[in-house]
C-alpha cells in the first residue's frame, strides 16, 4: 500500500515537473519573438534616421 502511494507521488510530482517546463518554454517562445519583434522595430527606426 505504501509504495502505491510512492509511485503515485511520483508520478505526479514529475507531471507537474513537466507541465511546468511546458509552460516556462511557451513564455520563452513568446519572449523570442516580443524580442525580434523589438529587433525589426529597432532596425526601422535606425534606417530611417541614416536616410535623413
Given at each position: 500500500?505504501?509504495?502505491?502511494?510512492?509511485i503515485i507521488t511520483y508520478a505526479v510530482?514529475?507531471?507537474g515537473l513537466m507541465?511546468?517546463?511546458g509552460?516556462?518554454?511557451l513564455r520563452m517562445r513568446g519572449v523570442r519573438a516580443d524580442v525580434e519583434?523589438?529587433?525589426e522595430l529597432?532596425?526601422?527606426r535606425q534606417g530611417e534616421?541614416?536616410?535623413e
Open positions: 500500500m505504501g509504495t502505491t502511494f510512492l510530482v514529475w507531471l507541465a511546468y517546463l509552460w516556462i518554454a519583434s523589438a529587433r529597432l532596425r526601422e534616421r541614416s536616410q
